[in-house]
């Protein structure tokens, strides 16, 4: 195969083959595809995150591909209460169309809403963006990363200037001496990455896990620190606290890097290592031990996960460790810092370009007027014609259907039905809507709910790119056409976009119907790899009339909305301008920000100062408060919630493997043998889990590894087991994001 055309017939074979990376997590593990004729194989492929290894949902990732449930064509249904239906792409959006005008003729332009997801690719979050404010000219639009990312997203931004994930590759976890994971199951959730964390136990480095349970991660640990869950900020000012009394702040790095350090250092002060303990459980030697294993070696990262973030205080309790980790001098060190190990596959750069409610393509704010005139230039539009900012994602789904809320809500890559907080009220909200549009390759249990479903291809059927966890911006590429019947998101966005157009030169009721992704695939050279010249960065779409209406400003081919990316992105944040798809191909990635196509990429950020305006990072003072809801007599349970390696979120996708099937075949209760004793039950026993918003019922399972006080559930199951039927929907101040991570029940036998 030849450099920067890896989706090709693999020589002498006769096979087709792809390398890609996985459609699942984050950490994006490479793989190889390959066409065997009658199925689709997967091979681990080396690359820096997984190197070689892959998890068993990446294994069998490809399952999905001619699965049985695939949807091949769109479905309707014809009145409420009615059955979903097969239907023609024309018919499927002319009622899109009609539905749209509908609403926005008679509640104004805010009344049609996007939900947007992190797994969806850098090329689709952009397109979806600029089709809210374009296309549609709505202020609400916001994503799934809202339940996942935007607490830490926060934090970041305000202590750094930037929200990179990890400033580092992940290689460097293994030069950390110390390394402290907080609220993270990387052994269920990112498995291969556990070979650095090994690499950095054979380099004879200390790994700290802080987790309410001991996860098959914390059981690696050298010390794991079992706190309340919601007690995580009052144990980082404790550890911060003791690394001031015993003397172990970077003094020079602080004055030199930093701004704000006194007002927390008198915040922390309070902060007694024994009050502490009375309020997490976490003993003070334990405390005590790792400050001082963070505070005296040579190197030490800590790393925040969905465990620290998902609460109604999730951006101070990242602050709280952004704090500890500058007062000893982590951040832009070598083999040290703080980072967030962000969760989908995209969940990077899906917060990079504009599906989020506040924001413009590279991490531009939709409130900045600078901002806008640059990414309404790129557009073609009037800067005054772009929306303002819209609101976080549960405030849009909690008001549908309200008034003042949307009426209408089109949905690309999430299943909120299930993964959503409080999620029998975010279903009777989506029921309320005049119109539910959901484009999936599953009929998901969101998609049971729609009003139109269209179908759509899978990764393995797509070039484009996603930037993982490291900020590294990588290469998905096709290893076949996707089926008949099938399209892809651009190509339902540049339709509706087409037809929603009221100065297009077509009408949309005159309009022939586009072609299918198939149909036009086919027109394309055999190889789907890059052989092509890519379409110039400034290329024609830079001197297009700014008269051309919206049709002609979505493109169809991935390549050409990318190199509209890079434009946009240029000068913002993450910088994006000098990333090309050739770039990737040569060089594993290349990571942001890289404004320059002959300049350097950014590996490592902070090295020589941080992006704000005075180049210092920023202390932040933050203060423990209780979680949003307190147990009582009636509800006198944590409850938290999390992942199973076998399943993957909603488990739209993996619950139909049949090799996760068995792994993992449904919800659970896990609790401590002591509680169960109290409660009278045994393993298996059918549990039920209320709190004031609702029940969950699935069997016991006893584990000596969680807290007596606290029950855990996974969320991946729709129905009776639904983990987010009982989830509280208090959010954070500041990000927006759902306290996922505490709420009270009561438990009994059902
Ligand atoms: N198998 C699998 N892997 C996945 C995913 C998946 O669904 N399945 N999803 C991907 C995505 S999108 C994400 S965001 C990541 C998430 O990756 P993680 O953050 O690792 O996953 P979670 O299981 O949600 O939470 C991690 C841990 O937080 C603990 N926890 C709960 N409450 C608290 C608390 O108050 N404090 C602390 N310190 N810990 C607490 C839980 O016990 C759990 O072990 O995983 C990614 N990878
Ligand atoms: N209780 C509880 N709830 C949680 C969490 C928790 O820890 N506890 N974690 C939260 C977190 S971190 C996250 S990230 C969310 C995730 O939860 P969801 O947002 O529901 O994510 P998925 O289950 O990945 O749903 C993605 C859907 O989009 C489809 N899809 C995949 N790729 C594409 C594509 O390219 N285009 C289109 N059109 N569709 C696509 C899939 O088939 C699937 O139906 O769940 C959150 N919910
Ligand atoms: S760790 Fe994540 S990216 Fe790697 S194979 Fe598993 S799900 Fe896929
Ligand atoms: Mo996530």
């Known amino acids: ?247 172990l702040v970077d003094r020079e790095y602080v004055a030199a890097r930093t701004t704000g350090f006194e007002e927390v250092r008198r915040t922390v002060a309070g902060y007694w290592p024994a009050e502490v303990e009375r309020l997490s459980g976490v003993p003070v030697a334990d405390l005590a031990e790792t400050a001082r294993a963070l505070g005296t070696a040579r190197s030490a990262i800590i790393l925040t996960a969905r465990g620290a973030e998902q609460h109604a205080k999730g951006v101070d309790t990242v602050t709280a460790f952004v704090n500890l980790a500058l007062a000893l001098g982590l951040p832009g060190r070598p083999g040290s810092g703080y980072g967030c190990l962000t969760g989908q596959g995209n969940g990077q750069g899906g917060r990079e370009h504009g599906q989020k409610a506040d924001q413009l393509p590279g991490y531009r704010k939709i409130d900045d007027p600078a901002a806008r005139a640059h990414v309404a230039g790129v557009w073609g539009v009037d800067p005054d014609e772009l929306p303002g900012p819209g609101v976080p994602a549960y405030r849009l789904l909690d008001s549908l259907g309200t008034p003042g809320g949307a009426r209408a809500l089109l949905v690309f890559g999430s299943n909120p039905v299930v993964s959503a907080p409080r999620a029998a009220r975010v279903t009777e909200r989506l029921r309320a809507l005049d119109l539910l549009v959901v484009a999936d390759f599953l009929r998901s249990e969101t998609a049971e709910l729609a009003d139109v479903v269209l179908p759509v291809t899978q990764w393995a059927e797509e070039d484009g790119t996603m930037t993982n966890l490291e900020g590294r911006v990588l290469r998905r590429r096709a290893l076949r056409e996707p089926p008949p019947g099938v399209r892809s998101d651009l190509a339902i966005l540049a339709e509706l976009a087409a037809r929603l157009d009221p100065s297009g030169p077509e009408s949309a009721e005159s309009r022939a119907i586009a072609p299918t992704a198939a149909e036009s695939a086919a027109a394309r050279p055999a190889t789907a790899g890059p052989a092509a010249a890519e379409p110039d960065a400034a290329g024609p779409e830079a001197t297009r009339p700014a008269t051309a209406g919206p049709a002609d400003r979505f493109p169809t081919d991935p390549r050409e909305v990318f190199a509209e990316l890079r434009r946009a992105s240029a000068g913002g944040v993450a910088d994006y301008a000098g990333v090309t798809w050739d770039r990737i191909d040569r060089d594993d990635g290349v990571f942001w920000p890289c404004p320059d196509p002959d300049g350097p990429d950014t590996p490592r950020l902070f090295a020589d100062g941080f992006p704000t305006p005075d180049g210092r990072a920023r202390f932040h003072p933050v203060s423990h408060r209780p979680a949003a809801e307190q147990i009582c007599a009636d509800y006198p349970l944590h409850f938290t919630t999390g992942r199973v390696l076998a399943q993957y979120q909603s488990g739209a996708q993996t619950r139909r493997v049949a090799a996760l099937r068995r792994a993992a075949p449904g919800g659970f209760v896990e609790l401590h043998p002591d509680l169960a004793a109290r409660l009278d039950v045994a393993e298996g026993d059918e549990l039920r889990v209320t709190s004031r918003r609702g029940e969950l019922r699935a069997p016991a399972r006893l584990s000596p590894a969680i807290r007596p006080d606290t029950v855990f559930a996974p969320f991946h199951w729709p129905g009776a087991a639904r983990a987010n039927s009982v989830t509280n929907d208090a959010v954070d101040p500041v990000s927006g994001m759902p306290e996922f991570k505490i709420c009270a029940v009561r438990v009994e036998k059902a």
């Open 1 to 247: 195969m030849t450099d920067g055309a890896r989706s090709a017939t693999g020589p002498g074979t006769g096979l087709r083959q792809a390398e890609t990376h996985c459609p699942y997590c984050a950490l994006q593990c490479g793989m190889v595809l390959r066409d065997t004729g009658d199925r689709v194989e997967v091979l681990p492929r080396q690359f820096p995150t997984n190197r070689g290894g892959l998890c068993q949902k990446g294994w069998t990732a490809a399952d999905l591909l001619d699965h049985p449930d695939r949807l091949t064509t769109p479905l309707l249904r014809d009145r409420p209460g009615g059955e979903l239906r097969p239907a023609s792409w024309g018919e499927a959006l002319d009622r899109i169309v009609t539905g749209i005008r509908t609403v926005q003729t008679g509640h104004g332009r805010d009344a049609v809403a996007v939900f947007g997801g992190g797994g969806l690719t850098n090329e689709k979050a952009y397109a979806l963006g600029k089709f809210a404010r374009v296309a549609l000219r709505t202020r609400h639009i916001d994503y799934n990363g809202r339940w996942c990312m935007s607490s830490a997203a926060a934090a970041g931004i305000r202590a750094f200037g930037v929200d990179r994930g990890l400033p580092f590759p992940v290689a460097d976890l293994a030069r950390a001496e110390t390394l402290l994971l907080v609220g993270a199951n990387p052994a269920e959730t990112m498995p291969p990455l556990m070979r650095h964390l090994a690499d950095q136990r054979h380099a004879g480095g200390r790994l700290i896990v802080i987790d309410p349970r001991a996860t098959a991660t914390a059981r690696q640990a050298d010390l794991h620190l079992q706190p309340l869950p919601g007690t995580d900020l009052a144990v980082a000012n404790a550890l911060l606290h003791l690394a001031v009394t015993e003397g």
